[in-house]
């Protein structure tokens, strides 16, 4: 964790598979943000955001990185992984469309919910993929 | 309501992180996809569902449910018990269905 006057940066790596380790990252970063005093409907947005994408990251890719910033304005959050990159994005951005397998489903995920439960949440959200290099997702939550 | 009420009356068995009962009850949700649970559950509601795995702590944190409770008398995973008492979620479980138990909830004025 660095943190300077005016914004505070929490970086966090996710593994590929790693289940009993996800959700630490998006448990700790409410933690922080409820220290700060950030209104609760703004941490329920960013709780949601960041267990999804730490889920993502567990689920479909071979690892990668959730980089979040929180300045007194807003709450940035950038998902990055290490591939394999969807093949459909409008695909993976709609409700029910899932690519996880049945031992995924099995444990609860794999809903189909996870990038539009991000969207939902969002104030900015841009998603850009290439395959065969990886996924990258912005967000930003305003805190007002 | 306190959680303690509704532990004694309805006679659910404790598991873990359960502390004093005092957190407040109010309403209930019952889901096995987490996804739908993180969008769906109000804080305070209590979590009714059959999924056991390490992450329903994670889930039960991040939206602030009052407690999990498992139904179907579903067995429940050593390390999920362990992170309930390490970040105190309360984590119940009955041999009731999700129905049955929903039932005597909205009985008991939850």
Redesign the interface.
Known sequence: MTKDSNSMKLNYDVDSND??R???A??NI?KILKQLGVA?KVI?KV??AT??AE?NIAIHSYGGKINVEITPKEVQIVVKDNGPGIKDVNLAMKEGYSTATERIRE???G?G??LP?IK?CADVFELKSEEGKGTKVFIKIFLN | MELSKVVDELNLEVIAGYNDGKKEVNGAYIG?????V??KAE?NNLWL?I?T???????A???DVSAIIVVENMEIDE?TIKKADS?KVPLLKTKLSAYELASKLAKLGV
């Open positions: 289940f009993t996800a959700g630490e998006s448990s409410k609760s329920r709780s949601i267990y999804e889920m444990l609860g995920f809903a919910m996870g439960n939902k | 096995d996809l987490l996804s739908l993180m969008s804080s569902t999924q795995h390490l992450n329903v702590i994670a889930v944190t991040l939206v390390d970040v």
